[in-house]
T-cell receptor
Framework: QQQVKQSPQSLIVQKGGISIINCAYE??????FPWYQQFPGKGPALLIA?????SEKKEGRFTISFNKSAKQFSLHIMDSQPGDSATYFC????????????FGSGTKLNVKP | DGGITQSPKYLFRKEGQNVTLSCEQN?????MYWYRQDPGQGLRLIYY???????QKGDIAEGYSVSREKKESFPLTVTSAQKNPTAFYLC?????????????FGQGTRLTVV
């Protein structure tokens, strides 16, 4: 079964708009939630990550919102730019017990100029 | 420069041939992973390894094999038993536990059957 569910599969946003990608998980042992950004033909790169002891983390135009009770977390990209056009993956992992990363299925973001 | 290196970047395989993809890391990471990515698809785990000389099957291990003889290296062999090997292969590494546990990815190997 899919441990991390991601939506939407694709997203088109106008330049300057807000891009929102959502993820949900079931396993309460997860305590590390990173987001990865992947450009075509490249490997994914860590964008931003959050632990469940905070409800929000912001780095520049990128914000993770985390709802522990709902077991959901989301990535918000403010003032979206064409250079943000990429595929975004959410993931989950348990920090202190070895556990493989569980990735969402990815969201392909296209920011229109 | 610390990082994770995959080679080759492009690889062509003939029908019935085994090929090996290289993955090397100098980050002193304990854990290493192999993922397969198909167009428009997410990352599917093939194999992972927590320590030297030990590895576990992921979700799609059939037709693949790995070895972990050194901490720095985790090569993946795509065997002739893998019927649909054309894909983008990603290697990753991480510390196995603790706060600095993010996964670092290589730049990928694109394998094509000819």
């Amino acid at each position: 079964q899919q441990q991390v569910k991601q939506s939407p599969q694709s997203l088109i946003v106008q330049k300057g708009g807000i891009s929102i990608i959502n993820c949900a998980y079931e396993n309460t042992a997860f305590d590390y939630f990173p987001w990865y950004q992947q450009f075509p033909g490249k490997g994914p790169a860590l964008l931003i990550a959050i632990r469940p002891d905070v409800s929000e983390k912001k780095e520049g135009r990128f914000t993770i919102s985390f709802n522990k009770s709902a077991k959901q977390f989301s990535l918000h990209i403010m003032d979206s730019q064409p250079g943000d056009s990429a595929t975004y993956f959410c993931a989950a992992k348990a920090l202190y017990n070895f556990n493989k990363f569980y990735f969402g299925s990815g969201t392909k973001l296209n920011v229109k100029p | 420069d610390g990082g994770i290196t995959q080679s080759p970047k492009y690889l062509f395989r003939k029908e019935g041939q085994n090929v090996t993809l290289s993955c090397e890391q100098n980050l002193n990471h304990d854990a290493m992973y192999w993922y397969r990515q198909d167009p428009g698809q997410g990352l599917r785990l093939i194999y992972y390894s927590q320590i030297v000389n030990d590895f576990q099957k992921g979700d799609i291990a059939e037709g693949y094999s790995v070895s972990r003889e050194k901490k720095e290296s985790f090569p993946l062999t795509v065997t002739s038993a893998q019927k649909n090997p054309t894909a983008f292969y990603l290697c990753a590494s991480s510390f196995d536990r603790g706060v600095n546990t993010e996964a670092f990815f290589g730049q990928g190997t694109r394998l094509t059957v000819v």
